[in-house]
């Protein structure tokens, strides 16, 4: 058998150019993975389309020319297939990271992800140890079809043993996405859809330098995993999200201070490990709470904050907790996702539920703008 | 199609290094005999195949000392799920044959990958008994670390483990190790879509994985006529593109030869091979199983001339590599490892309740430390 060389190949194509100016949180995905392999030749990427296609979201894109196929390459059509191999991979030292394409096609690899690749470190008393990432491309806002837009994240957040990550800036796509690689732990990695394409200008060059920084120090969670952040400062009330419902609560939270009324907005970035800390602080501090996620609310991760902040908090807090999440409908056709999506005004009618008293700012004299009239729903 | 160790693809390799099935003549090279591959027979009678040697007399006396030992341990096991030391043990019960056969064409670089029925083949491998047994007394989910020996913990999900084994394999031939992957799953297991997931990457990155299906007629109650009705499992190769063979899974032999020509083949960079054994689980599924309600005595008693032990016996004997005195002394042997096996399951083990938080993650989360502080001031209330 041919031995083949695992080390990165600085073949004649250059790292993709992102240094400087606007990046798309596709391209800060696209970066960290590169810089990964770069970093460390044990990291392999595969998956349906990977390879000289680069991803459908083209996410991979450039990985195969840059690393060679033996780093990043196409796998059969088959879920369950790319997880298994995966666990079979990590455990014989190698740092898989795959991709699923989309949230609902990798339920065919379910009993892989929470069987396996969940366990078998505990299985083991420690002895293997699972590092690996698995890529998902998830939730909507972006009118696909049926099994295009699921948001799967409590599937996996109530299986222990997994690490849940959704980011929601293009800054933390980067950084998250280069911890997760060096995390010894399996990783569900939710890239929100609807975020690939939006833009910031994130200084990449010194992200890059920190998440060298940890490549060099062993320094595992330097990329934020574990740590929510605060997206936005406020004394009335806190919204607390993560993934794609982050962008939505900051626009509401602006909204709301057109309207007067001060909103605390907190991205979680890691579902698990979930972090109490900075979550209770800022309920402590606005004693008002307001949980947004798209997936359908009922048991959901939406309802565990609302249950933990009820429970920690109570004592602080001046109203119930509330969630403002997708129905518990299946993900709807695309002309009528807007109804299903908790949108701006959704929000901030739940955040009017706050039992704010006389004398609170943004009491009910304030509220109806032409912003929530001209959505022309509950967008 | 006989799987030679040595021999080349059969076909010419495709630009992406995978022999081309697509003639008529590639395709009945990679099919199984017309019969299972069979070197001694149930009276203990070698044949000369024109395919396979018959292992030379001092490795099959090895093997037989290992038969010897596996139906002890079987035995004794069941014993211990009896007095209540022990959760449930499947037992391999005239399976010993394929037990003993799967760790012996293994080197040390190699891995094993087994199902929960396949404690035999652990403990033949290497991994002491009691290690073995800790899934099944309870104290664990695993008992032993799967790098010191290279064996994966048993599986008891079915085919699930074989895309695992897959991905050993894939990392293995990344990295320019030599490395073969052997692959346990029943005949059950072959309904699992994981089976096909795993046959098709094994075949399609040319991995040298070689699958071995124990056919023990029964996927607990089901028949095999029921779980599925392609010619024989061994068939199925040649969907994937790899060979097939069938092999009496009594003769300890006959496995030794067939499976190790896969392994050979596999670590010459020939590919994977699928190799399924004819066998027959004698006891019921495991000790909570009623086996009287799907399948007759006599069918049962039909298996019981067809021994693994006994016709090895048989034909070493005759050979003059084994007498009485030798019996005595590998019957010994044997119990001294049953003895050994009983002495530890029957001394109580209490888990360490702390340990439910460790292994879950590798920094442990605030949530489960705040759960382990509950749980240790409960300890400590006593």
């Known amino acids: 058998m041919a031995a083949t060389s695992t080390q990165a190949r600085p073949a004649g194509v250059p790292a993709p150019e992102t240094d400087g100016g606007p990046l798309t949180f596709a391209k ?9 392999m770069a970093a460390d030749p044990a990291v392999v990427v595969f998956g349906e389309d990977v390879g000289p296609l680069g991803g459908v979201f083209r996410i991979t894109d450039g990985l195969t020319a840059r690393f060679g196929t033996d780093r990043c390459f196409d796998t059969p059509l088959a879920e369950s297939g790319i997880m298994g191999m995966a666990v079979g991979m990590a455990m014989n030292g190698l740092r898989p990271v795959v991709e699923m394409q989309f949230d609902a096609f990798a339920y065919p690899a379910f009993e892989q992800v929470v069987s396996h690749a969940a366990k078998m470190s505990n299985r083991t008393r420690g002895k293997v140890k699972l590092p690996l ?20 994240e409590s599937y996996y957040a109530h299986t222990p043993g997994l690490t849940v990550v959704a980011p929601a800036t293009v800054a933390d796509a980067y950084s998250l996405l280069r911890a997760a690689v060096r995390l010894n732990d399996p990783v569900v990695f939710l890239e929100p859809k609807k975020l690939y394409w939006a833009k910031e200008t994130v200084d990449l060059p010194a992200l890059r330098r920190a998440a060298d920084d940890a490549v060099r120090t062993g320094t595992e969670a330097a990329g934020g995993i574990g740590t929510a952040a605060v997206a936005r400062s406020g004394t009335d009330a806190t919204l607390i999200a993560y993934g794609p419902s982050v962008s939505t609560a900051l626009a509401a939270a602006a909204a709301a201070e057109a309207e007067g009324r001060s909103l605390e907005v907190i991205d979680l970035r890691s579902i698990v490990p979930y972090d109490d800390a900075s979550v209770d602080a800022s309920v402590r501090r606005t004693g008002r709470a307001v949980v947004i996620a798209e997936a359908p609310g009922f048991a959901s991760v939406a309802s565990e904050i609302a249950a933990r902040v009820q429970e920690r908090c ?7 907790v509330l969630r403002v999440t997708g129905f518990d409908v299946p993900y709807p056709a695309p002309k009528l996702e807007h109804w299903f999506l908790p949108g701006v005004d959704r929000i901030l009618e739940a955040v009017d539920e706050l039992q704010w008293d006389e004398g609170d700012a943004g009491d009910e004299g304030a509220v109806e703008t032409e912003t929530r009239a001209e959505a022309g729903g509950p967008r | 199609m006989t799987i030679s160790p040595g021999r080349p693809p059969q076909a010419a390799p495709s630009s992406n290094g995978v022999p081309d099935a697509a003639s008529g003549a590639a395709v009945q090279n990679l099919l199984p005999s017309d019969t299972p591959v069979q070197l001694i027979d149930a009276n203990g009678t070698a044949s000369v195949h024109p395919s ?19 139906r002890r341990i079987n035995d004794q096991a069941n014993a211990l799920v009896r007095q209540g030391r022990m959760a449930v043990y499947p037992s391999s019960h005239g399976q010993e044959a394929c037990q003993v056969a799967a760790a012996a064409v293994l080197r040390d670089q190699d891995w094993l990958f087994p199902t929960y029925r396949d404690s035999v083949a652990v403990m033949s491998r290497g991994v002491d008994p009691l290690q073995v047994l800790t899934l099944l007394r309870g104290d664990w989910h695993s008992g032993y670390d799967p790098y010191e020996h290279r064996v994966a913990p048993q599986a008891t999900p079915l085919a699930t483990q074989l895309l695992h084994a897959v991905g050993v394999a894939h990392a293995a031939k990344l990295k320019g190790e030599d490395t073969v992957v052997l692959a346990l799953c029943g005949d059950g297991a072959t309904s699992e879509g994981d089976f096909h997931e795993a046959l098709n990457f094994a075949a399609v990155f040319h991995l040298p994985v070689v699958f071995f299906i124990q ?4 996927a607990i109650s089901v028949p095999l006529r029921n779980q599925s009705v392609a010619p024989s499992l061994a068939h199925k190769a040649v969907g994937y593109g790899m060979p097939g063979e069938r092999v009496d899974g009594n003769d300890v032999a006959a496995l030794l030869a067939v499976l190790g020509a896969a392994v050979e083949r596999a670590r010459e960079g020939g590919g994977p091979a699928l190799v399924e054994a004819h066998t027959y689980r004698m006891q019921p599924h495991t000790n909570a199983d009623d086996a009287t309600r799907y399948r007759t005595a006599e069918e049962v008693q039909d298996w019981v001339p067809r021994d693994p032990l006994a016709r090895t016996r048989t034909y070493l004997r005759g050979l003059g590599l084994l007498d009485d005195a030798r019996e005595t002394e590998l019957a010994a042997d044997a119990e ?3 003895a050994a096996m009983r002495d530890g399951l029957n001394a109580d ?3 360490d309740p702390q340990e439910l938080f460790e292994h879950v993650y590798t920094r442990r989360t605030p949530q489960l430390a705040e759960q382990a502080r509950l749980l240790r001031s409960e300890l400590d209330r006593g």
């Open chain 1, 314 to 320: 109570f004592h602080s807090l001046a109203a119930p």
């Open chain 1, 28 to 36: 800060a995905l696209n970066a960290a993975l590169a810089d990964e």
């Open chain 2, 349 to 351: 083990v209490v888990p």
């Open chain 2, 336 to 338: 001294a490892v049953a």
């Open chain 1, 133 to 152: 990432v698995i890529r998902i491309p998830y939730a909507g806002g972006i009118g696909g079809v049926e099994h295009h837009c699921d948001s799967s």
């Open chain 2, 215 to 218: 056919n023990n007629q029964y």
């Open chain 2, 52 to 70: 396979y040697l018959l292992p030379a007399g001092d490795a099959l006396l090895d093997a037989y000392a290992q038969l010897v030992t596996g």
